[in-house]
């Protein structure tokens, strides 16, 4: 009973059987519908409107502009509120914007009684602009002619950082003799999270509150961003949120509710619907962000590193949503994966630009930092005449490597052996004799690449949970978090959790997916790899605690104590023979009846989360080439991950395969494309190279599974590690079948077969 169990997903009969309830399933009859009004320039001033046109669609109740709304900037990332203001996110985003900064920025919107209607009167709204020219790389807005997105910020840089590690800089660290430099810029491109369930809501005025039901991952988050876009306190703001389809990043940005809450203002509190179509959510929410890394490193022929050296550019687009946490978090995963002898040098910008606003996406910028972190690796092992496994055995960061900076270490480590055991599947040794010195237009290869990834934000950030439980009637128990179930399991694992750690059965604990905030305990939400790690610590400090409570009344009941008593398959036991003592189901009758006593048994409690730890993994894939057609085939892929216990095996093999055709189509395939003017290219599912089940091998999952003492129960990051490392190993196995080294993601067949005729293959 409990972890470390495969057990049947507890939403798995609800979602099969279509009896889950999405937003959308839930909207009452009768809902007003918005449409946004999104700008056709992406950069420049709205002057005025025309509405004379769109007011005149019958239907229509409402139309507001930019002009109309409050002068209240607000942040919309999904991160926990800093007390200390130098901390807090930016406020750079109202709730309709007159200073257009992206292609389809959000200048009005239309209310109909209506879907039709509010469509119609939409596209007949008319903007005059005053326009500048649009801002689309980071050179163009780091220019000193460049207009500046945000008048606060001349020049572009939303924000700047940069780190050493060693005794000497970078450029005295490489002077000695011998060594083998490599000096390469890797880039990244944006790319979509495309969740099958669009971002939607609702939002209505009832007993004095504005309810917003709506697909988050972050409903607490969500209720406090309301409050500062509004002006109005957060306890006149409910926030529900029902199963969801997915979000990958895209919902912890806080993204339409805001809007949607101030519509429904402006209609006297009637129930407004506001979904987006799927080129929107494409197009006007948030995208990963595009980095680009110039990299340079030196080292030994023995394949010492001695030395590396990072410059990154990240490109935010029109606001600042996550900002430079996603650049900072890449540079950190440059220096915590390798460890240099003498020097290494970091630096981070940035930069505002007219592109789809940037957000989290499952990595949080790891996924472009293990990218160009692996090209490089790979490229200096290949410099020297290295076996890339053995140079990666041999500078990898070891067990007990502690962050100078940050003091997250490895409190369990097999990273090593996650190598080895990846290696052995994939036959490395034989397949990389196999595979040498090839001629043809079919060509195969092996590559690998690394990764870590710290568990949670802390010490960043807050990270805070809090979990409730309730003793039902018959002995059964309520179960209440905070965490967000976004279709990871989320709610499975909590359920074994609970059973774990109370002894009450899984059959008998019931959780809802549903969050609401005004019922629901606090938690920032689903996010960072943190809900196992960091909502079980509150789980398991809350089971504890209801343990506790029922053990003191059945110490009162049976006249017994407590410290000798235990509760196990629903009975309260002896501790020592497992004897039983009483049944949990009459012993709650009592508590709720008793004349004498009567209690209601609960318990609830937080968890201040003050520590972190790294999961690490390594992913090998083999593939073939089709130099002529510059087309990559993977014939096999494999992650092995150390991700300390498995709460549930088989949902965490889910979990895998469910990041590696993520990271498939990172690698192959997937890109955000934008003409001159900035407008979207690649704004539907027809233009955007998403892979298919048709496009993917079969996935193999290994585990290298080590208690970590610091997880609730032995557990550490699964969520978002599965992403990381699939690109780079890809890249790197094509490097190994055609010897052409491409240093740009993805790996599509017109970015190959120009690397292949630059390489004088084609």
């Known amino acids: 009973m409990g972890v470390g169990e495969s057990r049947k997903r507890v939403d798995a009969f609800a979602k099969v059987t279509g009896e889950a309830r999405y937003t959308a399933d839930l909207m009452p009859e009768g809902l007003l519908v918005a449409k946004v009004v999104h700008s056709t320039i992406a950069n420049g001033w709205v002057k005025s409107f025309d509405l004379s046109e769109a007011l005149a669609v019958p239907g229509v109740v409402k139309i507001v502009t930019c002009m109309d709304v409050p002068d209240l900037p607000f942040p919309t990332p999904g991160h926990p509120w800093s007390v200390e203001p130098a901390h807090q996110d930016v406020r750079d985003r109202?709730?309709?914007?007159?200073?257009?900064?992206?292609?389809?920025?959000?200048?009005?919107?239309?209310?109909?009684?209506?879907?039709?209607?509010?469509?119609?009167?939409?596209?007949?709204?008319?903007?005059?602009?005053?326009?500048?020219?649009?801002?689309?790389?980071?050179?163009?807005a780091m220019a000193p002619e460049a207009t500046a997105v945000h008048e606060e910020k001349p020049g572009n840089v939303l924000a700047h950082s940069e780190f050493t590690v060693g005794e000497i800089p970078y450029e005295e660290a490489v002077r000695e003799d011998g060594l083998t430099f490599v000096d390469r810029v890797y880039e990244t491109h944006p790319v979509q999270h495309c969740h099958l369930e669009v971002p939607v809501s609702y939002a209505y005025e009832a007993e004095g509150k504005i309810v917003v039901t709506t697909s988050t991952q972050i409903p607490h988050i969500v209720r406090r961003v309301i409050s500062q876009a509004l002006g109005i306190p957060v306890g006149k703001i409910r926030v529900i949120k029902p199963y969801i389809g997915g979000g990958f990043g895209n919902k912890q940005d806080v993204?339409?509710?805001?809007?949607?809450?101030?519509?429904?203002?402006q209609v006297g509190g009637r129930g407004v619907k506001l979904e987006l179509t799927r080129e929107e959510t494409l197009a006007c929410t948030r995208v990963r962000h595009g980095l680009k890394f110039h990299l340079q490193g030196a080292a030994r022929k023995d394949g010492t590193l001695v030395a590396r050296k990072l410059t990154v550019w990240s490109n935010q687009g029109g606001y600042a949503s996550h900002g430079h946490a996603i650049a900072a978090n890449a540079a950190n995963m440059f220096k915590q994966l390798y460890q240099d002898e003498k020097a290494l040098e970091c630096e981070c910008y940035t930069v505002y630009t007219n592109l789809t606003t940037a957000g989290a996406m499952r990595g949080y910028g790891i996924p472009q930092s293990c990218f160009a972190t692996e090209c490089l690796t790979e490229d200096m092992a290949y410099a020297i005449g290295m076996d890339p496994l053995e140079y990666r055995l041999k500078n990898c960061s070891k067990a007990g490597y502690t962050d100078p900076h940050l003091g997250i270490g490895f409190h369990s480590y097999g990273l090593e052996e996650a190598m080895k055991k990846g290696a052995q599947w994939i036959g490395w040794e034989q397949k990389r004799?196999?595979?040498?010195?090839?001629?043809?237009?079919?060509?195969?290869?092996?590559?690998?690449?690394?990764?870590?990834?710290?568990?949670?934000?802390?010490?960043?950030?807050?990270?805070?949970?809090?979990?409730?439980?309730?003793?039902?009637?018959?002995?059964?128990?309520?179960?209440?978090?905070?965490?967000?179930?976004?279709?990871?399991?989320?709610?499975?694992?909590?359920?074994?959790?609970?059973?774990?750690?109370?002894?009450?059965?899984?059959?008998?604990?019931?959780?809802?997916?549903?969050?609401?905030?005004?019922?629901t305990p606090f938690d920032t939400g689903a996010y960072a790899s943190r809900q196992t790690y960091v909502s079980g610590m509150a789980l398991k400090k809350t089971g504890e605690l209801f343990r506790e409570k029922i053990l003191d009344y059945a110490a009162y009941s049976t006249k017994r104590a407590a410290e000798d008593l235990t509760i196990r398959?629903?009975?309260?036991?002896?501790?020592?023979?497992?004897?039983?003592?009483?049944?949990?189901?009459?012993?709650?009758?009592?508590?709720?009846?008793?004349?004498?006593?009567?209690v209601h048994l609960t318990a609830e409690a937080t968890a201040h989360c003050k520590v972190n730890t790294f999961a690490s993994g390594a992913c090998f894939a083999e593939v073939e080439v089709d130099i002529p057609l510059a087309k990559v085939r993977v014939l096999k892929l494999v992650n092995v991950h150390d991700s300390g216990t498995l709460i549930n095996p088989k949902l965490a093999e889910a979990q895998v395969h469910g990041g590696m055709s993520m990271?498939?189509?990172?690698?192959?395939?997937?890109?955000?494309?934008?003409?001159?003017?900035?407008?979207?290219?690649?704004?539907?599912?027809?233009?955007?190279?998403?892979?298919?089940?048709?496009?993917?091998?079969?996935?193999?999952?290994?585990?290298?599974?080590?208690?970590?003492?610091?997880?609730?129960?032995?557990?550490?990051?699964?969520?978002?590690?599965?992403?990381?490392?699939?690109?780079?190993?890809?890249?790197?196995?094509?490097?190994?079948?055609?010897?052409?080294?491409?240093?740009?993601?993805?790996?599509?067949?017109?970015?190959l077969s120009e690397a292949f005729r630059k390489a004088g293959l084609m």
Do not use: W
């Open 94 to 140: 109202k709730l309709l914007n007159r200073r257009v900064r992206v292609y389809g920025d959000d200048i009005a919107a239309v209310i109909a009684e209506n879907e039709l209607a509010a469509v119609r009167a939409a596209r007949l709204v008319k903007a005059e602009y005053e326009e500048y020219a649009p801002l689309l790389t980071v050179e163009q």
């Open 255 to 265: 993204l339409y509710e805001p809007l949607n809450a101030y519509l429904c203002q």
């Open 433 to 519: 004799k196999d595979y040498e010195n090839q001629t043809g237009p079919v060509r195969r290869g092996v590559g690998m690449a690394i990764f870590c990834y710290k568990t949670g934000v802390y010490p960043i950030s807050l990270e805070t949970a809090s979990c409730r439980m309730i003793l039902n009637q018959d002995g059964s128990m309520q179960l209440q978090m905070g965490a967000t179930e976004i279709g990871q399991g989320a709610d499975t694992v909590f359920t074994q959790m609970a059973a774990e750690v109370t002894g009450i059965t899984e059959d008998n604990i019931y959780i809802q997916s549903t969050q609401d905030t005004d019922v």
């Open 569 to 598: 398959e629903n009975q309260v036991v002896e501790k020592e023979t497992g004897a039983p003592v009483a049944a949990l189901a009459k012993l709650a009758e009592e508590a709720f009846y008793s004349l004498d006593r009567s």
């Open 663 to 751: 990271g498939l189509g990172y690698a192959l395939s997937e890109e955000m494309l934008y003409d001159q003017k900035g407008r979207p290219l690649t704004d539907n599912l027809l233009d955007y190279k998403l892979p298919t089940a048709m496009d993917s091998p079969d996935l193999h999952v290994e585990f290298v599974e080590l208690e970590d003492p610091t997880g609730p129960f032995g557990n550490k990051a699964l969520g978002e590690p599965p992403a990381i490392p699939v690109a780079p190993a890809v890249r790197n196995a094509v490097l190994h079948a055609t010897g052409v080294a491409v240093d740009e993601l993805p790996l599509s067949p017109g970015r």
